[in-house]
């Protein structure tokens, strides 16, 4: 029995990789053939860094997603104090609107701000691109940073905050001092969460921004649109690579922050 | 200081960036160019039913595809060691973490009539066969990218599952089929709910997977909707009504999810 789990694990994770090595594989391939190997080059990932769209795409994607998770982060979490200070009914309306990006479909978030630009850029003189690119990715961010924080502040002692007021602190020192602490592991991952959901969008991106502004996801479906071009391998396994070291490099903190608490923990 | 003013600016951008432009799909959905209001759009969703019925089919088929595989899956990783499942569950998702297109082109790639399973049946003498453009590319594609959805909700209910449970339930006298359906099963239901939510609505909204997977025959509900906007069709009206109906389907389908969900704790 347990064999037989191992097997169908191995099963299924084979599925879930072959065609990702496969990608990788071809992107050694001198030819653009895609199914035969007939001899090992570097020159699509030479002619990757000179393609200047990519290029331009890859800063775009970092610039919007900082930008974007940023200021998410910043007014997500004055959002959820406000919103945790709430009487019932106006948070529970609250609360529904910004679930409305999680639970609707991306299509019809990015469609939805479409017209929403489409009905501005007729009378204000909006053009589609950074600007409308940068809104619209906030619009998605801002509700994970709150469904991060709100939790913290659902956990932590109300009277903290008012004990730090009685013994001296302005009301922005209690805040710093005591409130910050408490919720900050809320705002990181929820910044994040924001920051990779920016960096991995394509949809919303694709319908809010114009031809100045292209991320690489954008970049990516143009080059699939085309002929095939081995370039996208080559991406893919340097993208694959990123994952893998920031996935190990998360792994490590994680574990070294478990044994750190678990030492507390024994002391 | 009123500390519930902290939250004007997001309040304000929440009317202004996802509550306008909700309304206004609805706005857009129920009006002619001219602004008066007109049901015709919403009627004329009715010509595309062979599309909303291919969407819902073929995502319902990759659904119940992800939940038999996944089902296994999330239970061998439940059931490990502690310290392995953090680096096996991480092992699982990692694919996840490329963008979706790649994932996808990746398939197109594999399936297409050059690609390397065509070659690798040419080997033994078989095909080639028509792999890509074909609908089971389209639900193919979407199983792939959708799995680990299904894993995670999975794995994080049966992980709660204390071993004592199964231990009871064969002293108890039920063997290991009863065991999973009397024991695994009724537990793990929060997790299948959530597990089909997170797979359907983005199945049966893409329209990238259609296009790269399924070629010019296997149109979606996405697809439909993107050629209304940024497409030769241009007509906003008309996708506007697309979306609404759109949202609602997904509405009625959450609901019903909600319904099996004995803590009602899907996101609603």
């Known amino acids: 029995m347990k064999k037989l789990g191992k097997f169908y694990l191995i099963l299924v994770l084979l599925f879930l990789y072959v065609p990702i090595f496969v990608l990788i594989v071809f992107s050694f391939n001198e030819t653009k053939s895609r199914s035969v190997f007939s001899g090992f080059t570097l020159d699509w990932y030479k002619r990757l860094f000179h393609n200047k769209i990519i290029i331009s795409s890859l800063v775009n994607t970092i610039l919007v997603a900082v930008a974007a998770s940023i200021i998410s982060t910043v007014m997500g979490t004055l959002a959820a104090i406000g919103i945790h200070s709430m009487r019932k009914v106006p948070k529970a309306v609250v609360m529904n609107i910004t679930n409305m990006p999680i639970i609707n479909p991306e299509i019809v978030t990015g469609v939805s701000l479409m017209l929403l630009f489409v009905f501005f850029a007729a009378r204000m003189n909006l053009e589609f691109g950074f600007v409308t690119l940068l809104i619209a990715h906030i619009t998605f961010d801002v ?49 994040l969460m924001s920051f990779t959901y920016s960096l991995d969008d394509f949809v919303v991106s694709y319908f809010t921004t114009g031809s100045t502004s292209q991320t690489l996801p954008i970049t990516i479906y143009s080059m699939t649109r085309r002929k095939v071009s081995p370039e996208i391998n080559a991406l893919s396994t340097l993208i694959f690579v990123a994952v893998v070291i920031v996935l190990i490099i998360k792994n490590i903190i994680e574990n070294k922050s478990a044994a750190k608490n678990k030492t507390v923990g024994e002391v | 200081m009123k500390l519930k003013y902290f939250s004007a600016p997001y309040i304000i951008w929440m009317v202004v960036f996802i509550a306008v432009p909700l309304l206004l799909i609805a706005y857009f959905a129920f009006t002619t160019d001219g602004g008066s209001f007109t049901v015709k759009y919403i009627s004329d969703v009715g010509q595309y039913a062979n599309i909303f019925i ?4 073929l995502s319902l088929i990759a659904t119940a595809i992800c939940l038999v595989v996944a089902y296994p ?40 009539n050059n690609g390397i399973i065509n070659h690798l049946f040419g080997l033994v003498g078989l095909g080639p066969y028509k792999l890509i453009n074909t609908s089971g590319a389209v639900v193919l594609g979407m199983v792939y990218n959708y799995l680990p959805f299904m894993i995670l909700p999975l794995y994080s209910v049966m992980e709660k599952i204390d071993k004592s449970m199964f231990e009871a ?52 509900i996405g697809d439909l909707i993107e050629m209304q906007f940024l ?33 009602d704790q899907v996101l609603m």
């Open chain 2, 231 to 263: 497409g030769n069709a241009y007509n906003p009206h008309l996708g506007a009504a697309i979306s609404l109906v759109l949202m609602v389907i997904i509405l009625v389908i959450m609901t019903v999810m909600n319904q099996f969900d004995p803590e």
């Open chain 2, 73 to 112: 899956v999330a239970f061998i990783l439940s059931r490990m060691e502690k310290h392995k499942q953090g680096t096996m569950l991480m092992i699982v998702m990692l694919p996840m973490w490329m963008n979706f297109l790649l994932r996808t082109y990746a398939w197109m790639t594999l399936l297409g």
């Open chain 1, 143 to 191: 509700p994970y940073v709150i469904l991060n924080v709100m939790p913290k502040f659902n956990q932590m002692d109300p009277h903290i905050y008012e004990a730090a007021q009685d013994l001296g602190c302005s009301p922005i020192q209690a805040f710093r001092k005591v409130v910050l602490p408490e919720i900050m592991p809320g705002v990181v991952s929820g910044f």
């Open chain 2, 169 to 220: 339930a064969s002293d108890l006298g039920c063997n290991s089929t009863q065991t999973l359906f009397r024991v695994v099963v009724p537990l793990s239901v929060p997790g299948i709910t959530s597990g089909i939510t997170m797979v359907f609505v983005p199945a049966i909204s893409t329209f990238i997977i259609s296009r790269m997977l399924g070629g010019g025959s296997n149109l979606l």
């Open chain 2, 54 to 57: 291919r969407s819902i089919w």
